[in-house]
C-alpha cells in the first residue's frame, strides 16, 4: 500500500484556515515595540574621533560572543525570508504571515545591533565583517518542503528565544536584559504560530508530519553555523550554560515532541512509525550526551574547588 502523501499545494490548501486563524490571533496579541526605545543612546561616541578599543566593553568575553552569535543569526533574514517563501508561497494567510514575520525579525538585528554600537560592547569592525560575511554564505534549507519548514522553525523559534533569554540573564546589565527579553517575546509568538501549524499538520496528515519532525530532530542545526568560527563560539555558549545539549533535549525538543503528541499518534504507517523509533533513539543518545558533559562541567568544578581550598 502506498502512504498517504499530499503535495505542496494541497497541504497549504488545507491548512490555510489554520494559518488565517494564528495569524489573526498573532495580530490580535503582539504587542508593538520601538527599538530605539531600548537603546542607552546617550552612552554613543563618534567612532572617527574615539576609536573602539577593547577595554571599553562593559560585557565580558563570553556575554560579547553569545550576543554576536545571535546577532549574525538574526541578520541572515533575507535567507531565512527566502526559505519561507518557497515553503509556504506568498498567497493568502500564508504570504500576509511571512511578510509580517519576516517585518518583526527585522528589528531584532537592528535594536542589537544598535545596542552593541552604542555601548561598543563588541568591536564594530569586526561585527561588520562578521554580518558580510554570514551574508554571504547565507542561509540554504536544501529543499525542505512545507511540513519540514514549519518543523524547523517550530524548533528554531524556540531555540532563539531562550538563547537571547539566556544572554541577556547572563552579561548581567539590565538594559541588555530587558532588550533582548523583549525579542525573546517575539520569539515566543513565532514558535506558537508555527507550533500550532504543526498540530493542524499532525491532524491533516498525521504519517507525514511526524515524518517532518523526525527529519528535523535528526538533523537540527541552528542557523548560525555559517558563522565564522561557530564551532568554538558555540562550545564557549554551551559552557556558560547559554545554550548547551541540556537545554536543547529538556526545553526545546521535547516540550514540543510532548506538545504534540508525538511519542502517542495513533495509526502511522510503517516509515512513520520507523522515523518514530528513530527519534527516540536520539532523544536517549542525547540525553546520554547532556549528561556526560555534566559530569565533565562537575568535574571541572570539583578540580577547580580543590585548587582554592588547597
Ligand atoms: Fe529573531
Ligand atoms: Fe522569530
Known amino acids: 500500500m502506498t502512504p498517504l502523501r499530499l503535495d505542496r499545494l494541497d497541504l497549504l490548501r488545507e491548512l490555510e484556515p489554520t494559518a488565517a486563524k494564528n495569524l489573526d490571533r498573532h495580530l490580535a496579541i503582539s504587542k508593538e515595540w520601538m527599538p530605539h526605545e531600548y537603546v542607552p543612546w546617550s552612552r554613543g561616541r563618534d567612532f572617527d574621533s574615539e576609536p573602539y578599543e577593547p577595554g571599553q566593553s562593559t560585557l565580558g568575553p563570553v556575554a560579547q560572543i553569545a550576543f554576536e552569535v545571535n546577532l549574525l543569526t538574526e541578520d541572515n533574514l533575507p535567507g531565512y525570508h527566502r526559505e519561507i517563501v518557497d515553503g509556504f508561497g506568498r498567497d493568502g494567510a500564508w504570504g500576509t504571515w511571512v511578510n509580517r514575520w519576516t517585518a518583526e525579525e527585522g528589528r531584532h538585528a537592528i535594536v542589537m545591533r544598535d545596542y552593541l554600537l552604542v555601548t561598543r560592547a563588541v568591536d564594530p569592525d569586526a561585527l561588520e565583517r562578521g554580518r558580510m560575511q554570514q551574508m554571504q554564505v547565507g542561509y540554504d534549507a536544501v529543499g525542505k518542503d512545507a511540513l519540514r519548514v514549519m518543523a524547523y522553525v517550530s524548533f528554531q523559534e524556540l531555540a532563539t528565544r531562550i538563547s537571547h533569554r539566556n544572554t541577556g540573564r547572563y552579561t548581567e546589565d539590565p538594559i541588555a536584559d530587558r532588550l533582548l527579553a523583549r525579542v525573546a ?55 556558560a550554560g547559554i545554550y548547551d545539549l541540556r537545554i536543547h533535549h529538556d526545553q526545546v525538543i521535547l516540550p514540543l515532541l510532548t506538545h504534540w503528541g508525538f511519542f502517542e499518534l495513533e495509526g502511522l504507517d510503517p516509515e512513520a512509525e520507523q522515523a518514530r523509533t528513530k527519534v527516540s533513539e536520539f532523544l536517549t543518545a542525547l540525553e546520554g550526551l547532556a549528561r556526560s558533559y555534566e559530569q565533565k562541567a562537575q568535574a571541572r568544578a570539583d578540580r577547580a574547588r580543590q585548587r582554592v581550598d588547597a
Not at 504560530?193 to 498525521?206: G, I, K, N, Q, S
Not at 508530519?209 to 542557523?223: D, N, R, T
Open 185 to 239: 517575546a517575539d520569539e515566543n509568538l513565532h514558535m506558537v504560530f508555527y507550533r500550532d501549524c504543526v498540530t493542524a499538520a499532525l491532524e491533516l496528515t498525521p504519517s507525514q508530519m511526524a515524518i517532518a519532525i523526525a527529519e528535523e530532530v535528526l538533523g537540527f542545526e541552528m542557523p548560525g553555523t555559517g558563522i565564522a568560527d561557530f564551532g568554538r563560539k558555540a562550545k564557549q555558549i554551551a559552557k
